[in-house]
């Protein structure tokens, strides 16, 4: 998928994708890439298992990648 930047998240918990098949993943991948290991997440719990390092680290991911900060589309804002 390379030039496209490539983030992976792998759960320390996760029974359908371990750690080792992610790690596998990353390291065929090319650059640009990089991968965040949640030891106490299961599959796709990631958001769940450390809500403010998700967003730092997806926020940051995709700043990184892309140039700018990503839009909220208005349906998924929250209403005051």
Same mark, same amino acid.
């Given at each position: 998928? $390379?030039?496209?930047?490539?983030?992976?998240?792998?759960?320390?918990? /996760?029974?359908?994708?371990?750690?080792? #098949?992610? /790690?596998?993943?990353?390291? /065929? $991948? #090319?650059?640009?890439?990089?991968?965040?290991?949640?030891?106490?997440?299961?599959?796709?719990g +990631? +958001?769940? $298992?450390?809500?403010?390092e +998700?967003?730092?680290? *997806?926020?940051? @991911?995709?700043?990184?990648? @892309?140039?700018?900060?990503?839009? *909220?589309? #208005?349906?998924?804002? $929250?209403?005051?």
């Open positions: 998928i $390379a030039p496209r930047p490539l983030m992976l998240l792998s759960g320390g918990l /996760d029974t359908d994708t371990p750690p080792a #098949a992610m /790690d596998r993943l990353f390291d /065929d $991948a #090319a650059e640009p890439k990089e991968i965040w290991h949640i030891p106490e997440a299961g599959h796709g +990631y +958001y769940q $298992a450390a809500p403010a +998700y967003e730092r680290r *997806v926020i940051g @991911f995709l700043e990184r990648g @892309f140039g700018h900060p990503p839009r *909220v589309h #208005a349906a998924f804002k $929250a209403e005051p």
